[in-house]
């Protein structure tokens, strides 16, 4: 947040139960988004998305084109996202005695995987897909590389960046730092 230019962008985060059903955090951040601009005006937004978040992003962008809404989508970007799903939730919805409803919409293959990776993503909507992996591993120590950077979302992509750093890490790498400003200020004109 502290990277952004402020005189372009005022940050509004959304917290959310990670345990929840995807749909329904969805659903609420395009009520969310269609309710402040009713309030506040503005004529455009962007979101950005990190881990899980990303598939809320796809499914928040998806649902909200299908939405009445007046203000636009500048910009979107996930990082470290698994967008096809992950094997360990697949894995806890087969094995754990208690499930969470988050695990059966980001487990590999899942209803909700498919639907929003099935839908195309609008030429008008600028997109950058970051990814990131450790040295020697095939992922950034959570998510794996063939589930951040399908190369279905890399056709969509506006563009591309990938990182040598960790899951969570990322964040306040000083390199990711750097191009996520170059990458947000065309965004904000």
Avoid: C
């Avoid at 139960?17 to 503005?42: M, T």
């Avoid at 964040?171 to 965004?187: G, H, N, Q, V, W």
Wanted: proline share 5%.
């Amino acid at each position: 947040i502290d990277s952004l230019d402020s005189d372009h962008y005022q940050p509004w985060v959304l917290h959310y139960p990670s345990g929840f059903s995807l749909d329904i955090v969805s659903d609420y951040l395009v009520i969310s988004i269609n309710k402040l601009h009713k309030q506040y005006g503005f004529n455009q937004f962007s979101l950005i998305a990190h881990s899980m978040g990303g598939l809320v992003l796809r499914s928040t962008v998806m649902r909200y084109l299908k939405s009445e809404h007046e203000a636009r989508v500048a910009a979107a970007m996930t990082i470290n996202s698994p967008m096809m799903g992950m094997a360990s939730a697949a894995s806890g919805v087969l094995m754990s005695p208690i499930v969470i409803s988050s695990w059966y919409d980001v487990a590999e293959g899942s209803q909700f995987i498919d639907e929003v990776m099935n839908w195309s993503w609008p030429d008008d909507i600028p997109y950058y897909l970051v990814f990131s992996y450790q040295s020697g591993k095939g992922s950034d120590g959570t998510i794996t590389l063939e589930s951040q950077i399908p190369v279905s979302l890399q056709q969509e992509a506006s563009k591309v960046y990938g990182f040598n750093s960790g899951h969570v890490i990322i964040l306040s790498d000083p390199d990711f730092i750097s191009s996520f400003r170059t990458i947000m200020e065309p965004a904000s004109q």
